[in-house]
């Protein structure tokens, strides 16, 4: 699914980008203009896939089950949940360091 909805969501952005930003482009006098042009028209279509996913799948909040079990850590309690999220960004932003600090792709990067 993933190749397809990466076909899907290219052809939709091609076609947003020759119905809106491309006009824009040749109706901004200015660069000025054009940021502040495509900014409205960036919101506005911000808003009707908002409103359109708010009407297909209802606006109501829904939550999931999983790891929801307090967990004690002396006096706090936490949800299962929350500290699996927590130790997860601890982990990656680990990675992520070691990665750029002492391997040749972040060695190169920091040229």
Not at 45 to 71: E, H, K
Request: proline share 3%; charged share 15%.
């Amino acid at each position: 699914m993933v190749p397809v909805s990466f076909g899907v969501m290219m052809a939709l952005g091609l076609v947003i980008h020759w119905l809106c930003f491309r006009r824009l482009t040749a109706t901004s006098p200015n660069l000025d203009i054009f940021e502040a042009r495509g900014l409205m028209v960036a919101f506005g279509l911000m808003f009707l896939v908002q409103n359109f996913a708010s009407y297909m799948w209802g606006g109501d909040l829904r939550g999931y089950d999983y790891l929801t079990d307090p967990v004690k850590l002396g006096d706090a309690q936490f949800a299962g949940n929350k500290l699996l999220v927590f130790g997860l960004a601890l982990l990656f932003s680990g990675a992520l360091i070691v990665l750029l600090r002492y391997t040749l792709l972040g060695k190169g990067c920091a040229r």
